[in-house]
């Protein structure tokens, strides 16, 4: 008899394709293909009828364990603060380069990291790259500090707000529809989604910052932050600049409930996209969510490994 199994490894679920068979009073269960993950092992059960396994107790416990390590991380970060302003400032500078160089790599920049760290804290231009890479990084950098300013000085963000943050991002990368709403239909390359025509954006740019402001649904930060940049993306207000500009408005999110930003890496490009899309396309928000955790995760060990010397001391254990 043959029945599919999952594995959770690392965050992400697994298929394998089982056979079990008697010998006398013992039943052995050989794994004989792997599946892939679900949307791979979804079309093979489809093809020869098998059932997929039940996984959501398994979901439901993971994520609750996911959400205990955040808050004892999180609960760690903030027994440190105020942190010390020299630890702080170059905490910053660091984040400051990694955040734009993998932002605007995931968009098409070739400028390496060493490139993008020499521009942003030295202003030396190195390298042969085209010189709209080199604004591109200037620009989210500009963009990064105005994001700070407003985790200290807003609590609600307006249109106004959103559009200087675009001429922020995108100064002397676009030259036309600079800080305005898109006046054209747009498609993102590789997508089967289609985001909505421009005459609609206003008005879904007024319900998304309503939603922003207010979160009627109570969600928690971490899925706030992800929704928010999931709907920003879906709308797709922008002629270009949307993905640096939300991610720019997550990480606001973020860091506004105290959570540090995150950083999602130029090698997590073709996954980040695809759970985007998933989204999108199927309305099933929950990996883009479980990535933001997991991400938070991250940002989380990265402040506290930089603040203290040995994480371990400071997160709580169970």
């Known amino acids: 008899m043959a029945f599919i199994r999952a594995k959770y490894i690392n965050g992400e679920y697994y298929f394998y394709l089982v056979e079990s068979r008697r010998e006398g009073k013992l039943v052995h269960q050989d794994i004989v293909r792997y599946l892939g993950k679900r949307e791979d092992a979804e079309r093979y059960a489809r093809e020869k009828k098998l059932k997929m396994p039940e996984i959501k107790k398994a979901l439901e416990k993971s994520e609750r364990a996911l959400d205990r390590q955040i808050a ?3 609960a760690a970060l903030d027994s440190l603060r105020p ?3 020299v630890l702080e400032d170059r905490l910053r500078e660091e984040l400051v380069i990694l955040w734009t160089y993998h932002s605007t ?9 060493k490139e993008t760290a020499t521009l942003l804290a030295e202003g030396i231009v190195v390298g042969n790259k085209p010189l709209t890479d080199y ?4 620009g989210h950098r500009d963009a990064i500090n105005l994001v700070f300013r407003w985790v200290e000085e807003k609590e609600d963000l307006a249109e106004a707000d959103l559009l200087e943050l675009h ?8 030259d036309i529809h600079l800080g305005v709403y898109r006046p054209v239909q747009v498609y993102l390359l590789g997508s089967s989604y289609i985001p909505p025509p421009p005459e609609q954006v206003p008005q879904l740019m007024w319900e998304f910052l309503r939603k922003l402001n207010l979160n009627p649904e109570g969600h928690e930060p ?3 932050a992800a929704l928010t940049h999931l709907d920003f993306e879906s709308i797709h207000p922008f002629v270009d600049g949307n993905g640096r500009v939300g991610r720019l408005l997550a990480n606001w999110v973020l860091m506004k409930n105290g959570y540090p930003p995150i950083v999602i890496a130029k090698r997590e490009r073709v996954r980040y996209f695809r759970m985007l899309e998933e989204a999108q396309t199927k309305l ?4 883009i969510v479980r990535f933001f955790k997991k991400k938070v995760d991250a940002a989380l060990d990265f402040y506290l490994k930089r603040l203290t010397p040995h994480k371990s001391d400071v997160v709580p254990k169970r």
């Open 222 to 224: 971490i899925k706030l």
């Open 72 to 74: 004892r991380k999180k």
């Open 135 to 138: 604004l591109a990084a200037r």
């Open 83 to 85: 942190f010390p302003k």
């Open 284 to 287: 099933v928000a929950y990996r």
């Open 105 to 113: 790599a995931i968009e098409g920049s070739t400028l390496s990291l």
């Open 167 to 174: 001429r922020a991002t995108m100064k002397n990368v676009v």
